[in-house]
């Protein structure tokens, strides 16, 4: 995989069709520092004194270099959702420091690979979202199936309370399942996708059956 630390400044100016090298590289720190958050363009364009246009090319430069992808939020019946801001997802997570950030990225990493997995095998057409309305109410991932919310996935590294703005988000969506997945507990032979409610379950069950649930739904 090529990574822009493995890039000379000449390459990456070459790549970026871009002068100033020095700011793009502060952009590239930034965000490999800011792993399962969301991207506010203008923000980041005021953080390096750029254009907004700037900063979003420069982010479709990193997704194209594999560095990263974006996670665009699903808002069909959701209230008054944020249609632009999409997260940002490193594709290495081993070493991000903040523990919730470093699972959060894991997961979506496994995700991803399987909603591309599904389209090359021609399951159907599968799309990685997250969820958000104003009231800053989130859910980490949605699953989307042939344009249709599957399940919901919210990370957890230790509680085990079940959060409500899971049955919140699945009202809305409709998705057959939402999960909240336990980083700290152990695999249980359990099969999750057989559970329709907002159910807690541990992340190592939930990514060894991932693979395997879509073809349950043929």
Same mark, same amino acid.
Request: charged share 25%; net charge positive.
């Given at each position: 995989?090529?990574?822009?630390?493995?890039?000379?400044?000449?390459?990456?100016?070459?790549?970026?069709?871009?002068?100033?090298?020095?700011?793009?590289?502060?952009?590239?720190?930034?965000?490999?520092?800011?792993?399962?958050?969301?991207?506010?363009?203008? %923000?980041?364009?005021?953080?390096?004194?750029?254009?907004? #246009?700037?900063?979003?090319?420069?982010?479709?430069?990193?997704?194209?270099?594999?560095?990263?992808?974006?996670?665009?939020?699903?808002? @069909? %019946?959701?209230? &008054?959702?944020?249609?632009?801001?999409? %997260?940002?997802?490193?594709?290495?997570?081993?070493?991000?420091?903040?523990?919730?950030?470093?699972?959060? @990225?894991?997961?979506?990493?496994?995700?991803?690979?399987?909603?591309?997995?599904?389209?090359?095998?021609?399951?159907?057409?599968?799309?990685?979202?997250?969820?958000?309305? &104003?009231?800053?109410?989130?859910? #980490?991932?949605?699953?989307? &199936? %042939?344009? &249709?919310?599957?399940?919901?996935?919210?990370?957890?590294?230790?509680?085990?309370?079940?959060?409500? @703005?899971?049955?919140?988000?699945?009202?809305?969506?409709?998705?057959?399942?939402?999960?909240?997945?336990?980083?700290?507990?152990?695999?249980?032979?359990?099969?999750?996708?057989?559970?329709?409610?907002?159910?807690?379950?541990?992340?190592?069950?939930?990514?060894?059956?991932?693979?395997?649930?879509?073809?349950?739904?043929?």
């Amino acid at each position: 995989m090529v990574g822009a630390k493995q890039l000379s400044r000449e390459d990456l100016r070459e790549v970026a069709q871009v002068a100033d090298v020095g700011t793009l590289e502060t952009l590239m720190q930034i965000l490999a520092e800011r792993s399962a958050q969301q991207l506010i363009y203008s %923000n980041l364009a005021c953080e390096i004194q750029v254009s907004v #246009d700037t900063v979003k090319r420069w982010v479709d430069l990193r997704v194209r270099l594999r560095y990263g992808f974006t996670v665009r939020p699903w808002v @069909t %019946n959701i209230a &008054k959702a944020p249609r632009k801001e999409p %997260n940002w997802i490193l594709r290495v997570w081993s070493g991000l420091a903040d523990g919730r950030a470093r699972a959060e @990225t894991l997961v979506a990493c496994h995700l991803l690979k399987a909603v591309d997995g599904w389209n090359d095998l021609g399951f159907g057409e599968f799309e990685l979202r997250y969820v958000r309305d &104003k009231q800053k109410r989130e859910e #980490d991932f949605l699953l989307v &199936k %042939n344009h &249709k919310p599957w399940f919901l996935v919210e990370v957890k590294m230790s509680d085990t309370s079940l959060s409500p @703005t899971l049955a919140h988000f699945q009202a809305q969506t409709q998705a057959a399942h939402a999960f909240q997945l336990m980083v700290s507990l152990a695999c249980q032979p359990a099969d999750c996708f057989r559970v329709h409610r907002p159910v807690v379950v541990p992340a190592r069950t939930f990514l060894s059956q991932l693979l395997r649930a879509c073809e349950q739904q043929r």
